[in-house]
């Protein structure tokens, strides 16, 4: 018997107000501290804000043209495809490599992107921010590290992946 395919959060979240976008609006529930949600709106608005800015000046013709379509490029970029995860088995523990579902992959990579976002200090979060999903649209910056780290120890331990379910 399969899971439900969605949950009461997934029909209940309300698209935001500018960008009439779900996850959009999740990702600024994920920014969110204290149930301070005008703040995480603000932080994330002035970001695209800022990342529209930077496209403006933007010189190659293959460049987005609009700041969500940045963050979506960003959001699909970071998603991992796989992961290791510990495995008891006789004894000893296995990093077993195993695939992520798309809830998983969403979720991950709004919380290395914010991750990547708070460790750097001395800006406001929305600056630090803006500059965290513009890297990583272009396929760089320290959410991309932890991607392609995520992916190295998969692949690194994919004798184990017969212990996968």
């Known amino acids: 018997m399969g899971r439900k395919s ?15 976008d779900r996850v959009v609006a999740r990702f600024i529930n994920c ?9 995480a709106q603000r932080c994330v608005y002035d970001a695209f804000d800022i990342i529209q800015e930077k496209l403006s000046k933007e010189t190659v013709p293959e460049a987005p043209k609009e700041a969500i379509e940045v963050f979506h490029r960003a959001i699909d970029n970071v998603k991992p495809f796989v992961e290791v995860r510990s495995k008891r088995i006789g004894g000893a523990n296995y990093q077993v490599p195993m695939q992520v579902n798309k809830k998983r992959q969403q979720s991950l990579a709004f919380r290395w992107i914010l991750e990547a976002a708070r460790s750097e ?12 999903l513009y890297n990583a649209a272009r396929g760089e910056g320290k959410a991309m590290a932890t ?10 331990n994919r004798a184990f992946a017969h212990f996968a379910n």
């Open 147 to 156: 991607r392609d780290q995520t992916h190295r120890m998969a692949e690194a």
């Open 121 to 132: 200090k001395g800006r406001p979060i929305s600056s630090r921010l803006a500059d965290e």
């Open 31 to 39: 920014v969110m501290f204290d149930g301070k949600k005008a703040v």
């Open 6 to 20: 969605f949950t009461a959060a997934d029909t209940q979240l309300r698209p935001d107000p500018r960008f009439n």
